[in-house]
């Protein structure tokens, strides 16, 4: 059984940082993803890497200010997220597949529940 298990979600002000987690479990998944969902939106990609972690993808409105990287020895994919705003806050979702590459919409096998990550103004 495929588990994906976010962490590090929470509450900060506006400028803060948080880093968040996704320990995998049962299959090796080789395309990690993050997205999120605000309240009343759809949900929407934040960031992409390859197994390696050579390759890495953002969206627009998080370039610059997150960086997403992998432990592959701890199944473990990580969100820095830095210069937060209150536009950031929503559940954010890990998300994995077990074929490499970048992908940047939903096609994604395997889910997380999702961690909140609330930016206070």
């Known amino acids: 059984q495929v588990q994906l298990v976010e962490s590090g979600g929470g509450l900060v002000q506006a400028g803060g940082s948080l880093r968040l987690s996704c320990a995998a479990s049962?299959?090796?998944?080789?395309?990690m993803g993050w997205f999120r969902q605000a309240p009343g939106k759809e949900r929407e990609f934040v960031s992409a890497?390859?197994?390696?972690?050579?390759?890495?993808t953002y969206a627009d409105s998080v370039k610059g200010r997150f960086t997403i990287s992998r432990d592959n020895a701890k199944n473990t994919v990580y969100l820095q997220m830095n210069r937060l705003k209150p536009e950031d806050t929503a559940v954010y979702y890990c998300?994995?597949?077990?074929?490499?590459?970048?992908?940047?919409?939903?096609?994604?096998?395997?889910w997380g529940r999702g961690a909140q990550v609330t930016v206070s103004s």
């Open positions: 890497i390859t197994w390696s972690g050579g390759g890495t």
């Open positions: 998300a994995g597949r077990p074929r490499d590459g970048l992908l940047r919409t939903s096609e994604y096998e395997y």
């Open positions: 049962g299959r090796t998944l080789y395309n």
